[in-house]
């Protein structure tokens, strides 16, 4: 029941802003969740709960379960910041609608992984459905263009010039190694700054950048397998690109482990 009710709110029953008091000002964290491939619907409810009782965020999981279909969305307008983990999903139009509208005011943004092909289905949408095929290019600054072999992994490491962003404070160690495997993202936009590279065998691969898009502040990670969740430094990164997106403080290293 801990790990359940915490991600229903009225919202679900309501399709807009869960109803909160006027005093709460915890951080808003909305999770867009759909995805059948690397077990999002399983690892983000969990990491969402972490956001919860550690860092006194209030988490939404806005579920798919691998439809084209995420009921909720209207929690997007009173969200402090976006996750997204969505692979191939053509969306009602109403609801990609929302993503765009909060997008574009400025909304904060972390994408993680199949983020960067999220609304891109080849032209297979159906009558009321919509895709954003540029949304990667557009929104992320990235240029996914498939991945390497899942049975190699991916070498993680950080950037050195890079090691003091906030996004990276208390990532340690610098370099390690995912099962998850290498995304082919170059090249990335002119504007983002990136953070960490992915690397196999002779390649490497951008892994991880800012930006900005609308004036909002964006992080995309190519990470997300579910075994990265098990990594302490991955859970770091993630929360400390979180709060970094909402133009918060990152909280204290032994917090995030």
Known sequence: EKYVCPTITSSDLLDGPALRFAEDDRPQVAFLVSDDHYHADKTLPVFAQMLRERYGCYATVL????????????ELESADCLVLFIRRLALP???????????DSGGALVGMRTASHAFDVRGQSKPGEAEWP??????L?????????NPKGTDVAIVPERASHPILAGVEPAKWHSTGSLYYTAPIADDAMLLMTGSLDDRVEPLT???????????????????????PQFRRLLVNAIFWAMDRPVPEAEKAE
Do not use: M
Not at 63 to 74: D, L, V
Not at 93 to 103: A, F, G, S
Not at 141 to 149: L, R
């Open 63 to 74: 579920h798919g379960q691998g439809t084209s279909n995420i009921p909720a969305t209207g």
């Open 93 to 103: 139009k109403e609801q990609l609608d929302r993503v765009r509208k909060y997008l």
């Open 134 to 139: 540029e949304f990667d290019a557009q929104v």
């Open 141 to 149: 600054g990235g240029n996914y263009n498939g991945h390497g072999p």
């Open 209 to 231: 950048w800012t930006r900005t898009y609308q004036g909002g502040r964006v992080c995309y990670t190519g990470l997300g397998h579910p075994d990265d969740f098990q990594d």
